[in-house]
């Protein structure tokens, strides 16, 4: 599995980098079928009431990718909330992809 971190208007230090790490954690253990994730932590530089600070992660899996992006006030907030998103995205894909047709019973024939 590759892990790359990027930053936008923003120098990600090694305290948020095992952050995000230790975060991830969690979704490497409901699916094991990771292939590649990308996270970009983004500080907005707009004119408004509060700096949004943005955490977008895209996950590669096989057969298809999975995005999710998450805005706060706070880094590690915004962090914690693209997690849980995250975690909701990779059950239900994984929900998905499971084989649910089962083979029936073979039926015993009485001579």
């Not at 952050?19 to 954690?25: F, G």
């Not at 949004?52 to 706060?72: M, N, P, T, W, Y």
């Amino acid at each position: 599995m590759n892990l790359t971190i990027s930053g936008h208007h923003l120098e990600v230090t090694q305290a948020l980098r095992n952050y995000v790490n230790a975060k991830l954690e969690r979704i490497t253990r409901h699916f094991d079928q990771i292939e590649d994730i990308r996270v970009r932590l983004i500080i907005e530089n707009e004119t408004e009431k509060d700096r949004r600070q943005r955490a977008e992660c895209l996950i590669h899996v096989k057969g298809g990718d999975l995005f999710a992006e998450s805005a706060h006030e706070d880094l590690y907030a915004a962090l914690d909330q693209l997690a849980d998103k995250l975690d909701r995205l990779v059950v239900r894909h994984k929900s998905r992809v499971q084989d649910h047709h089962h083979a029936s019973p073979k039926r015993l024939v009485a001579v």
